[in-house]
């Protein structure tokens, strides 16, 4: 596995990035860090694709950005969970529990005979 | 520097897709490689290796921008209707905050707003809309020029000859209107009929809704005489019952229904007979000129060009040789039906639209100086939402949402003024506007009403709201800065007030005259007397009475019978009552001798006509029972007649004919009559317009000339005429149950005379006491609002000692220096624009002084009023008062 890292289903990024988002407002390259360590490496995602998917949850009104100051002192641009957001977050995670637990147990019965 | 525009700045804050997106990768390349050299990269490849694992720089800063655009794009959007409604909200509690202001303001917008949407629909009905005909552009109306140079009637052969002779017409039809009893349907009626020439239902094509159009062979001499009738006309007198030969008696003959066609099918619209005219018509005559022509032009003819053609055949005829050439047509003339239909009414109309435009412009004028007074008390406010990082353009935004909202509120309220106006027109039905049934608050008018409507907002808006955003933020913020009275504003005021003085003049120079002319035009002697003067219109059966004698015998009858009505005075027969019915007029022989002609009107009357109207007699006698039909033949004559032809001599037992008049009848062969009596002159034509001279004939010796009508006029020796309606109605009824009655007062029919003049003067009038009252308003506002900026200066002179009426002539004098531009430029506004309305002015100059004279002493005087009130009120103040709340 570690040589051919998994393609990300589509819609799967906007949900890791609304999850990270969860934790507090984050700029861009925190964002990608945090997704980098938390998934250790198992997903394949380019640094860049990160921004038009960002992009597009601030069109959508999932999550908001404002230009400000890291720790280091740089200027970054923050992105912070809009309530919308947060909805769709525990609504597609609900969906992906659900889905999980639905192959699982079709994939576990399966191999039980 | 984006992000600086973003908190202040412009109506919205500009945003650059592009830079934002490349700040950002920069800022996330910057991140990367700071956190690799963290690791202990050597710094260009930390820059290196952060690019690497970023991937394709170029195609994700694309992606993003386009997505960022669109994003900003629907930001920018949702943010101006949010700005819109955050406006609107305030502006209403703005609004709410002043309640009088707001309701003073409405009411001047719906006046000034709902005057212009009445009298727009009345000119898009009237003047705009196209006739409801098919291609109504097509739509001509001819008629030949007389010597004189004006157009009379048509010939019948010269219509003819222009029909066969022309290539400019699609289709050319002689048309005559007739007003006539129709016996045959369910009761009998007066209707309005037409004589059709054959080609007619090619100039207003339509599809009949029962039966058939006339054709070729109905358009014949001698074929049988039929008629196509009006839907309304059939379900109102046939019952609606499918057409089954029924048959109608119409103008003494009996006629056969062979079609209904809808209501408005041809012109004139209000039509409900139409009848072939040739089998009715045998005339040769090239003078006798009784008919209208309704063409259609051919396809792509302009109107130049038929005129053109018609007018070279109409130059070749040539007069029958026993026909006096003086009468025949010199040229023809071609119009738009629409011209004729409407040309009239052209000027007025505009006239009043021009009005009315006056009269909003006042009232913007008058609003744009209370909010720039309510402005100046609200600049504090204003200052402190700039000071909070509101830019000019958003406060200039908020003014105007403001003077949108009024604007609006203060529209539809005019609509709903307008629409009780025009409700009202149409319920009153003035005789003098056609098309009535046009006027209307059409989408068209609704349009123009909602471009008033913003026009108006900003008139009155933008001024005030330019000049209160200059207003420096510092300066307003401090408290108690008030400035002089009339500081650097003064410039502004001067106009706002001068011009809202000036229109206001204009219009009322224009009511002006027209109240003189009026005056002058009421004060004309008619030269009869239509107080208590009851009119009765009858028109008999000729099947039932067959013969000119048996009319004749019948008015007889009648008059006896009339005059013994209980309140009855004096009660005479006339042919065409004045000023309702038209005045035939032509040639006529004198002295015996065929070539002595003169020219003049003839009416046919019974002598107790001269009693009733106190028309007085000069010399001789009234008619009276000698003058039966076996009698010697006699007339009278009016003075203008008897001192035209028989200049200096005596009248009485000179001779005269009726003339050409009396072609078409079997006259008896000594054609001359006696004159027995000289009567005065009376305006039978129009209030305004001299007397015609006039031969008047007994109707026992000529009662061809009543056969289809005649007025029995009755004076009311109590004064009220329409008290004897109903002993009238049954007398007739009495006399023969199948007349029609038409009744009326013959002061009624002078008054309705006038009435288009009325009309004009009372609108013109109420437009001008309005723009009046908001100058005046206007006027007490600005110098109210000036008192209360100088409360403490004059505190501080009459404290020192002033008296009051010093200081209050001083403010009187300062307003009267705005006051006195605005009439100078009104002066020659109007003078400049009254030359427009001499058309409409009877005997009165436009530049009349009276008029003239009284606008500007009137408006004089309202300003003084509305300028001393104020600063009166502005000296009762307890000077202490004043000065300690400083």
Known sequence: MPEQPLELLKGTLDVLILKTLQGGAMHGYGVSRRIRETTGEVFRVEEGALYPALRRLEKRGLVEAAWGVTDTGREARFYRLTPAGEAELSSALEGWHRYVEAMGQVLGAASET | ?886
């Open chain 2, 1 to 886: 520097m984006n992000s600086r525009r973003s908190h202040r700045g412009g109506v919205f804050p500009r945003f650059d897709a592009r830079e934002d997106v490349d700040r950002e990768i920069r800022a996330h390349l910057d991140l990367r490689a700071e956190e690799l050299e963290a690791e202990g990269w050597e710094p260009a490849a930390a820059r290196e290796e952060a690019r690497r694992v970023f991937g394709d720089e170029d195609s994700v800063a694309r992606a993003c921008r386009a997505i960022a655009a669109s994003h900003q794009r629907a930001v920018r959007r949702g943010r101006v209707m949010d700005a819109i409604g955050q406006d609107l909200r305030f502006a209403v509690r703005t609004l709410f905050k002043s309640p009088g202001f707001a309701l003073v303001a409405l009411v001047t917008l719906s006046l000034g707003i709902g005057a212009n949407t009445a009298v727009f629909s009345v000119v898009s009905g009237v003047l705009l809309r196209p006739l409801p005909f098919d291609d109504p552009e097509e739509l001509v109306w001819l008629q030949e020029i007389g010597n004189h140079g004006g157009t009379m009637s048509v010939a019948w052969p010269n219509y003819t000859d222009w029909r066969d002779q022309s290539t400019s017409f699609a289709a050319l039809a002689a048309v005559n209107d007739f007003n006539a009893t129709v016996l045959g349907g369910d009761e009998p009626v007066r209707a309005d009929g037409l004589m059709v020439g054959e080609d007619y239902w090619k100039v207003f094509p339509t599809s009949p809704l029962q039966g058939r159009l006339t054709v070729a062979a109905d358009h014949v001499p001698g074929a049988p005489a039929v008629v196509v009738v009006s839907r309304s006309f059939w379900a109102n007198q046939l019952g609606g019952r499918p057409l089954d030969g029924q048959s109608l008696e119409v103008l003494g003959i009996r006629v056969q229904v062979v079609g209904v066609v809808a209501d408005g099918a041809g012109y004139p619209t209000d039509t409900q007979l139409w009848t072939p005219a040739e089998p009715l018509n045998n005339s040769t005559s090239r003078t006798s000129h009784n008919w209208s022509v309704v063409g259609r032009l051919a396809a792509g003819v302009p109107v130049g060009r038929a005129r053109d053609e018609i007018d070279l055949i109409t130059k070749r005829i040539t007069a029958l040789p026993d026909e006096d050439p003086d009468f025949l047509a010199t040229g023809a003339a071609v119009v738009p039906l629409m011209d004729e239909i409407v040309g009239d009414l052209r000027q007025p109309l505009y006239l009043l639209l021009g009005a009315a435009v006056l009269v909003l412009l006042v009232a913007c004028t008058n609003l744009a100086s209370t909010l720039l007074a309510r402005g100046a008390s609200r600049s504090r406010e204003l200052a402190v939402r700039a000071s909070l990082g509101a830019g000019r353009a958003r406060i200039t935004r908020q003014l105007l949402t403001e003077s949108l909202l009024l604007s609006v509120m203060g529209g539809a309220g005019g609509v709903g003024l307008a629409y009780l106006v025009v409700v009202a027109i149409r319920r009153s039905a003035p005789a003098f506007l056609p098309r009535l049934g046009e006027v209307a608050l059409s989408p068209s008018v609704l349009v123009f009403t909602a471009a008033a409507t913003v026009l108006t907002a900003l008139l009155f808006g933008l001024l005030p709201a330019l000049r209160l955003t200059k207003v420096e933020a510092g300066e307003a913020l401090r408290a108690g800065s008030r400035g002089n009275a009339m500081d650097g504003r003064a410039l502004v005021w001067r106009f706002l007030v001068g011009t809202e003085v000036a229109l206001a003049l204009v219009l009322l120079v224009g009511s002006g005259l027209l109240v003189r002319s009026f005056r002058t035009l009421l004060g004309e002697d008619l030269g009869f007397d239509a107080a208590d003067v009851a009119v009765v219109s009858v028109s008999l059966s000729n099947l039932k009475y067959p013969e000119p004698e048996d009319h004749g015998r019948f008015y007889d009858e009648l008059l006896g019978r009339v005059a013994a009505v209980p309140g009855a005075g004096a009660v005479g027969l006339i042919s065409d009552v004045p000023l309702r019915d038209g005045l035939a007029n032509g040639r006529l022989e004198l002295d015996g001798d065929l070539d002595k002609q003169a020219i003049g009107a003839y009416v046919v009357a019974s002598g107790g006509v001269f009693e009733v109207l106190d028309i007085p007699l000069l010399a001789g006698r009234v008619f009276d029972g000698r003058d039966g039909p076996d009698g010697e033949m006699v007339a009278m004559v009016s003075e203008s007649f008897a001192d035209r032809f028989w200049p200096g001599e005596d009248p009485v037992g000179k001779q005269v004919t009726g003339g050409g008049m009396d072609n078409f009848y079997p006259v008896r062969q000594e054609s001359f009559a006696r004159v027995v009596g000289v009567v005065a002159d009376i305006r039978h034509r129009d209030v305004g317009r001299e007397a015609y001279p006039t031969v008047y004939f007994p109707y026992t010796q000529r009662p061809y000339r009543i056969q289809y009508g005649a007025s029995v006029l009755v004076e009311s020796a109590s004064g009220e005429p329409t008290s004897m309606a109903p002993e009238l109605r049954s007398v007739l009824r009495a006399a023969d149950p199948d007349i029609p009655v038409r009744m009326g007062s013959l002061g009624a029919i002078v008054a309705s005379s006038l009435g288009e003049r009325r009309f004009l003067m009372f609108v013109m009038g109420g437009f001008s006491v309005l723009a009046l009252v908001l100058a005046t308003v206007g006027i007490f506002g600005v110098v109210s609002y000036s008192v209360g900026r100088r409360r403490r200066e004059i505190g501080i002179r009459v404290a020192l000692g002033a008296a009051p009426e010093s200081v209050v002539r001083m403010v009187v004098r300062a307003a009267m220096t705005m006051v006195a531009g605005g009439l100078v430029a009104g002066l020659v506004a109007a003078l400049a624009m009254t030359s427009a309305m001499r058309s409409f002015l009877y005997e009165i100059s436009p530049t009349d002084p009276l008029a003239v004279g009284a606008a500007v002493v009137t408006l004089f005087g309202a300003a003084v009023f509305a300028s001393w009130l104020p600063a009166r009120s502005g000296t009762r103040v307890d000077p202490m008062v004043t000065m300690r709340s400083e």
